[in-house]
Every structure is written in C-alpha cells, then in structure tokens.
C-alpha cells in the first residue's frame, strides 16, 4: 500500500510541474524605482501609471505611462499576432491589474502621468467618472489610447 501512494504522490507532483509548465503567460512583476520603462527607458516607479505588454513566448515588457505602452505598440516592435495581452495597473488599486480591453481611461491634462501621457486606466468606470468629476476631462477606451498622438 506505501508503494502505490509513493506512485500516486509522484504521479501528482509530476502532472502539478507540467501543468505549471504550460501555463499561459500573464503580467509579471514590475520592480518599481528599478525596472526601466521599455519605450523611453525612464525608471518605473508611480505604480499607478505601471503597464505591461505580454508576447505569446511570454516576454514582457514593461511601461512607465500608458502613453508610453501606447506609442511602443504603434511603433511595431510586437506584432498585435505576437501580443498575448496588454495589462495596465488600475489607478484606484495599483496593486490590481486591468486588460487593456476592459479598461476605462481618463484622459485629461490634468492626469500627473509619468510622461506627461494624460491618461489614467481603471477597471471600473464608477471609479473613473470620480476621478474625471475632480479633474475634468474625458472618458475613453483603448482603441481611443491608441488614436491618440504618439510621444
């Protein structure tokens, strides 16, 4: 009997590592006041403006504004085939992440970006319309990130 539960231990343990293994890639870790942002090279360090471009080989790239995300991927280095996800950190909550699809954005001057992007992403739109109350703006989606003027 000890041998069969030696052989169903190892048995689970192995099927655990290959499941693991073949885990979809998702946003890593961003390692701010130390990682650099991957488009204008400035360190990362307001993780409320923190986003993250994921390939389909699990390379990540890392992003000090979502204005820089979003020239980076205007640029072409990664094609939109090659793109598992793009992540965006939720100004309400850094420490949570929203897709790029699923975000709200502010867009406003008066947004404090990294890079003076203008823009701040939020997984809910009752928390972005707070934000847009206080400081003006508008409201937007990624596709409206995306249309706006690279830096």
């Not at 169903?8 to 390692?31: Q, R």
């Not at 205007?74 to 897709?99: K, M």
Request: net charge neutral.
């Amino acid at each position: 009997m000890r041998g069969h539960t030696v052989l169903l231990t190892s048995v689970a343990a192995a099927a655990t590592v290959a499941m693991l293994a073949c885990a979809t890639p998702g946003p890593g870790v961003i390692h701010y006041d130390t990682d650099a942002c991957d488009h204008c090279r400035m360190t990362i360090s307001d993780p409320k403006f923190a986003a993250q471009l994921v390939t389909r080989t699990g390379k990540i790239y890392r992003f000090d504004d979502p204005a820089c995300l979003a020239s980076f991927v205007a640029s072409g280095p990664v094609s939109e085939r090659d793109t598992l996800g793009i992540w965006l950190n939720d100004y309400a909550h850094p420490e949570s992440r929203v897709s790029s699809t699923d975000a709200v954005f502010v867009v406003s001057d008066r947004v404090r970006a990294p890079m003076n992007g203008g823009a701040a992403a939020f997984a809910s739109r009752e928390a972005a319309t707070t934000l847009q109350s206080s400081l003006g703006g508008r409201l937007a989606d990624w596709a409206d990130i995306m249309k706006r003027p690279s830096s």
